[in-house]
């Protein structure tokens, strides 16, 4: 390597070096600002599975919305959106079998995703 392209090199390290050492410090200053309340935890009747219903709360500028996730019996819920049904209002929900459950909602929700099959249980929707 010539003398006159190592002091670039060794600038572009310390460059990529500092941007990914800034984008960590942001990330854990200001990472994912929301937050899951857990409001209702349904065992599938096998007990493989857990159907967790909870809040998510992003902060001042948006709404709390209800949100639906099912996961694997023992798998902690993450801090992320719900992976089967969002809504902006309260809703049920009953296990039919194993490998399916039933979820009742307001005819006046605003849904934001409506799965219908997730992590091998398949979903059921009644409007009321």
């Not at 010539?2 to 800034?22: D, E, N, R, Y």
């Not at 600002?33 to 909870?54: D, L, T, Y």
């Not at 639906?68 to 992320?80: A, C, Y």
Request: charged share 25%.
């Amino acid at each position: 390597m010539t003398k006159k392209l190592k002091p670039f090199f060794i600038a572009i390290v310390v460059i990529i070096v500092l941007f990914m050492a800034g984008r960590y410090i942001l990330d854990l200053l200001f990472g994912d600002m929301c937050g899951n309340e857990r409001v209702q935890e349904v065992s599938s009747p096998n007990g493989e599975k857990v159907a967790h219903i909870f809040n998510r709360d992003c902060g001042a500028t948006t709404g709390v919305s209800w949100q639906l996730s099912i996961i694997d019996k023992g798998d902690e819920l993450p801090n992320k959106s719900g992976n089967t049904f969002v809504s902006d209002q309260e809703f049920k929900i009953n296990w039919i079998s194993d490998k399916k459950l039933l979820v009742n909602y307001k005819k006046s929700s605003k849904t934001y995703e409506m799965d219908k099959s997730v992590n091998w249980t398949k979903i059921e929707y009644v409007v009321n």
